[in-house]
């Protein structure tokens, strides 16, 4: 099995420091052979409290400057789990073992991803839209008591506005992290990419939403002349929306400022960022978020490939920032679902949304949509192209005890068998996942891993046990039947 993310991240420090001592600088650290102090800027989810834990990363904030909503002088009881939030922190760290000893946050910034009213809610409550946004509603995804029932399908379009943070998945799409119900006024806010930007229009779209900005702040953006806003991460905040009419498909925000979204304008050894993959320019250069993300021959890569790499692809990514570009040590693949099997089955709806099964685990019910991203053997683009009995790989987010697909990858036929997801049960020797039951008996002791990929013996590993940790399990179709081999924690 690949190895998962191990705190602290030794090799990424020991590069950080290593680069600090080189010379002087504004992001110079600490001594050789003691201690020594990085800058650090990260961003994600906000996991939990006591300090605050970003990503799972626990950061101090005994002096830590809160800013929420562009509100100075916030403070901690401000922010909630599911916020996604920019830290920048000092790390302090011991130069002989590489441990990380403390990460202290110097300030935490929190703005919302979308701000306004909910337009429309799917039935089933896994989507809705808000501001001209498709938002995806996740098995991670965290309904505020705000919300009726802590239910989306409880609210009411044109009537309720929305805070919504999350991360971008890609055009006009949302991967919702935390849900709340605003009351009063809106201050209406819209993160995103730019396209069909018209300059001599003053306007631009970002998914099924236009964006007026004459009149509005736009300092901080390069010259609008010609199409060089296209493609570019920005944050707009509006003064008005109008909702989608006859004749005119999209809602209009009347923006007060256009601003690029970036993680700091300081350059830092150390920058590391979690999201999805929202567009790739090239082999080596891409998008995570609204970060642009560089690799080369020296990244070391966990859970994937280079060519793993697309839209859609859930990564976190750690190493150099400078000028707004991350020059990645390390990219881990941090899909909480990963499977792979043979197609069981598939029923499609239109072509493009449905749900498919795989061997071996007939309770547990993949969905696919239109975000889905498809590629691999014989170039499939939607689901109308996969086939019954074909090898694939799906990475995606849970959902009401299945999976939503982000990413499937139809292989060679093979009788590999990958199956990775967060734990619902577990009573030695079952294993319930994705509502499927899996029967460790025969792995053996050397088989059951810990989250550094070091064998821990089943008795260790089913007493580390605890609903929610994420499971990753291989092993082989023979005879009509799987044979596991390996069980691992992943966090």
Same mark, same amino acid.
């Given at each position: 099995m !690949?190895?998962?993310?191990?705190?602290?991240?030794?090799?990424?420090l020991?590069?950080?420091?290593?680069l600090?001592?080189?010379?002087?600088?504004?992001?110079?650290?600490?001594?050789?052979?003691?201690?020594?102090?990085?800058a650090?800027?990260?961003?994600?989810?906000?996991?939990?409290?006591?300090?605050?834990?970003?990503?799972?990363?626990? =950061?101090?904030?005994?002096?830590?400057?809160?800013?929420?909503?562009?509100?100075? @002088?916030?403070?901690q009881n401000?922010?909630?789990?599911?916020?996604?939030?920019?830290?920048?922190?000092?790390?302090?760290?011991?130069?002989?073992?590489?441990k990380? /000893?403390?990460?202290t946050?110097?300030?935490?910034? =929190?703005?919302?991803?979308?701000?306004?009213?909910?337009?429309?809610?799917?039935?089933?409550?896994?989507?809705?839209?808000?501001?001209?946004?498709?938002?995806?509603?996740?098995? !991670?995804?965290?309904?505020? @008591?705000?919300v009726?029932?802590?239910?989306?399908?409880?609210?009411?379009?044109?009537?309720?506005?929305?805070?919504?943070?999350?991360?971008?998945?890609?055009?006009?799409?949302?991967?919702a992290?935390l849900?709340?119900?605003?009351?009063?006024?809106?201050? =209406?806010?819209?993160k995103?990419?730019?396209?069909?930007?018209?300059?001599?229009?003053?306007?631009?779209q970002?998914?099924?939403?236009?964006?007026?900005?004459? #009149?509005?702040?736009?300092?901080?953006?390069?010259?609008?002349?010609?199409n060089?806003?296209?493609?570019?991460?920005?944050?707009?905040?509006?003064r008005?929306?109008?909702?989608?009419?006859? #004749?005119?498909?999209?809602?209009?925000? !009347?923006?007060?400022?256009?601003?690029?979204?970036?993680?700091?304008?300081?350059?830092?050894? %150390?920058?590391?960022?979690?999201?999805?993959v929202?567009?790739?320019?090239?082999?080596?250069?891409?998008?995570v978020?609204?970060?642009r993300?560089?690799?080369?021959?020296?990244?070391?890569?966990? @859970?994937?490939?280079?060519?793993?790499?697309?839209?859609?692809?859930?990564?976190?990514?750690?190493?150099?920032?400078?000028?707004?570009?991350?020059?990645a040590?390390?990219?881990?693949?941090?899909?909480?679902?990963?499977?792979?099997?043979?197609?069981a089955?598939?029923?499609?709806?239109?072509?493009?949304?449905g749900?498919?099964? /795989?061997?071996?685990?007939?309770?547990?019910i993949?969905?696919v949509?239109?975000?889905?991203?498809?590629?691999?053997?014989?170039?499939?683009?939607?689901? @109308?192209?996969?086939?019954?009995?074909?090898?694939?790989?799906?990475?995606?987010?849970?959902?009401? #005890?299945?999976?939503?697909?982000?990413? $499937?990858?139809?292989?060679?036929?093979?009788?590999?068998?990958?199956?990775?997801?967060?734990?619902?049960?577990?009573?030695?020797p %079952?294993?319930?996942?994705?509502?499927?039951? $899996?029967?460790?008996?025969?792995?053996?002791?050397?088989?059951?891993?810990?989250a550094?990929?070091?064998?821990?013996?089943?008795?260790?590993?089913?007493?580390?046990?605890?609903?929610?940790?994420?499971?990753?399990?291989e092993?082989?179709?023979?005879?009509?039947?799987?044979?596991?081999?390996?069980?691992?924690?992943?966090?």
């Amino acid at each position: 099995m !690949t190895q998962s993310r191990l705190r602290p991240r030794s090799l990424l420090l020991f590069i950080a420091v290593a680069l600090t001592a080189c010379g002087p600088g504004a992001q110079q650290g600490g001594g050789i052979g003691g201690t020594g102090g990085i800058a650090s800027v990260s961003t994600g989810p906000v996991t939990g409290f006591g300090s605050v834990f970003v990503s799972g990363d626990e =950061y101090d904030t005994t002096n830590t400057l809160f800013q929420v909503d562009r509100q100075a @002088g916030a403070d901690q009881n401000q922010l909630k789990k599911g916020m996604v939030v920019v830290v920048e922190a000092s790390v302090l760290q011991d130069d002989a073992s590489k441990k990380i /000893l403390q990460r202290t946050a110097n300030r935490i910034v =929190y703005t919302d991803t979308v701000e306004g009213p909910v337009q429309a809610v799917a039935p089933d409550g896994h989507s809705l839209v808000a501001l001209g946004q498709t938002v995806l509603v996740t098995g !991670t995804t965290i309904i505020d @008591g705000s919300v009726p029932g802590q239910d989306v399908t409880s609210l009411t379009p044109e009537v309720d506005l929305l805070e919504i943070s999350g991360f971008v998945l890609g055009d006009g799409v949302i991967v919702a992290t935390l849900i709340e119900r605003k009351a009063g006024s809106p201050d =209406y806010e819209i993160k995103g990419f730019v396209k069909n930007h018209d300059a001599d229009r003053a306007l631009f779209q970002i998914g099924a939403l236009t964006v007026h900005y004459g #009149g509005a702040d736009i300092s901080l953006m390069p010259s609008p002349n010609g199409n060089a806003w296209n493609g570019l991460p920005i944050d707009a905040l509006g003064r008005a929306f109008s909702l989608p009419q006859p #004749g005119q498909p999209d809602g209009v925000l !009347t923006a007060t400022r256009i601003a690029p979204e970036t993680i700091g304008n300081q350059d830092t050894r %150390l920058a590391e960022i979690e999201g999805f993959v929202t567009q790739v320019l090239s082999p080596s250069e891409f998008f995570v978020g609204n970060i642009r993300v560089r690799i080369d021959a020296d990244t070391q890569f966990e @859970g994937g490939t280079p060519s793993d790499i697309g839209p859609g692809v859930r990564l976190e990514v750690d190493g150099l920032l400078s000028n707004n570009i991350l020059t990645a040590a390390r990219v881990e693949f941090n899909d909480r679902i990963k499977l792979e099997s043979d197609v069981a089955t598939i029923n499609s709806q239109d072509g493009a949304s449905g749900t498919v099964t /795989l061997a071996g685990f007939p309770d547990t019910i993949i969905r696919v949509n239109s975000q889905t991203r498809f590629k691999g053997q014989g170039a499939p683009a939607r689901l @109308g192209d996969l086939q019954v009995g074909a090898h694939i790989t799906v990475r995606g987010e849970p959902l009401n #005890g299945g999976a939503l697909a982000t990413e $499937i990858t139809v292989l060679l036929a093979s009788a590999s068998v990958v199956f990775q997801g967060p734990l619902d049960s577990a009573a030695n020797p %079952l294993l319930m996942i994705l509502n499927s039951a $899996i029967d460790t008996s025969a792995i053996p002791d050397s088989g059951f891993r810990d989250a550094s990929d070091s064998p821990i013996g089943r008795i260790a590993f089913f007493n580390s046990l605890a609903p929610g940790l994420i499971v990753e399990l291989e092993g082989t179709w023979i005879g009509g039947a799987i044979q596991w081999r390996e069980a691992e924690l992943q966090q």
